[in-house]
Nanobody, 126 residues
Framework: LQLVESGGGLVQPGGSLRLSCAASGFTLDYYGIGWFRQAPGKEREGVSC????????NYVDSVKGRFTILTDNAENTVYLQMNSLKPEDTAVYFC????????????????????WGQGTQVTVSS
């Protein structure tokens, strides 16, 4: 299994970014995908997830209404559309895959995700 994130960068507060998580070696029909982030000096935080085949979705409260997770099955890619970005969204963002069928029953827990990408930096600053 391989996951490759892209789309990070520097953006001003209020701006938008779309992160991509390209999956290879497996199909998203059988794995859920979670997005996590880790800011300097802080623990890794589950941000959002989408269930197998683009089923259920979940978001941490701090991003609800601003972030949207979606799947492109043809591209075997999961996106995280991030709008109205705030400085506190600054972090390295990781995507990860979970074979567990109900991994997205709640905001993602890192222990339930077995395969991880390398991360992409998101910096929100004026």
């Amino acid at each position: 299994l391989q996951l490759v994130e892209s789309g990070g960068g520097l953006v001003q507060p209020g701006g938008s970014l779309r992160l991509s998580c390209a999956a290879s070696g497996f199909t998203l029909d059988y794995y859920g995908i979670g997005w996590f982030r880790q800011a300097p000096g802080k623990e890794r935080e589950g941000v959002s997830c989408i269930g197998r085949g683009g089923g259920s979705t979940n978001y941490v409260d701090s991003v609800k209404g601003r972030f949207t997770i979606l799947t492109d099955n043809a591209e075997n890619t999961v996106y995280l559309q991030m709008n109205s970005l705030k400085p506190e969204d600054t972090a390295v963002y990781f995507c990860a895959a979970a074979e567990m069928f109900n991994a997205c029953r709640r905001t993602p827990l890192a222990d339930e995700y077995s395969d991880w990408g390398q991360g992409t930096q998101v910096t929100v600053s004026s």
